[in-house]
């Protein structure tokens, strides 16, 4: 939970921009204290950033359930930011998240950096967790749901995506 990842992308004329990313960081302090952190930094990327759409990664089952537990109260956070701002949210799950952007539902973390890097045309390869971001965003922009995915629709549409940690 010391890292929550945000990725903001644009849709223009059928093709995918990227905006910005990042990273939210928590230091050692107690629980609430950190989940505050994340949902004030989540509030200020929103506000700045003036997406419509958010997507959230699914929370996973991890071996060890209290890190599952935390993850979990580090999406609400992201969740509740979204929500103040009347945001809609999209949740999809990392197999489905991979297979969106790399093709592959089991793919490393390496490939996603790279093919996120491919899709928006960005000269570096973004943290793990703003990549991660990116790609749950892409994969909202490829998603029937999306506003993003109508192609009968020539607006243009922000999203922003908050990680779990």
Do not use: W
């Not at 107690?30 to 930094?41: E, F, N, S, T, W």
């Not at 929370?59 to 930011?81: D, E, K, Y």
């Not at 093709?103 to 973390?109: C, L, M, P, R």
């Not at 965003?137 to 506003?147: L, N």
């Amino acid at each position: 939970m010391r890292i929550t990842g945000f990725g903001v992308i644009d849709h223009v004329d059928r093709r995918l921009v990227y905006i910005s990313s990042g990273c939210v960081t928590t230091t050692g302090t107690a629980l609430p204290q950190r989940l505050k952190v994340i949902l004030d930094g989540l509030d200020e990327i929103i506000r700045e950033q003036s997406p419509e759409q958010v997507a959230i990664e699914q929370v996973f089952v991890n071996i060890n359930p209290q890190s599952t537990l935390l993850l979990g109260q580090a999406r609400g956070a992201a969740i509740c930011a979204a929500v103040q701002h009347e945001l809609s949210v999209a949740e999809y799950t990392a197999l489905q998240i991979k297979q969106a952007v790399v093709g592959n539902g089991h793919a490393h973390k390496e490939q996603v950096q790279e093919m996120v890097m491919r899709l928006l045309e960005l000269t570096g390869r973004p943290r793990p967790d703003a990549a991660d971001a990116l790609a749950c965003a892409i994969c909202h922009a490829h998603s029937s749901t999306s506003r993003f995915s109508d192609s009968l629709t020539p607006q243009t549409s922000r999203l922003r995506r908050g990680r779990r940690s």
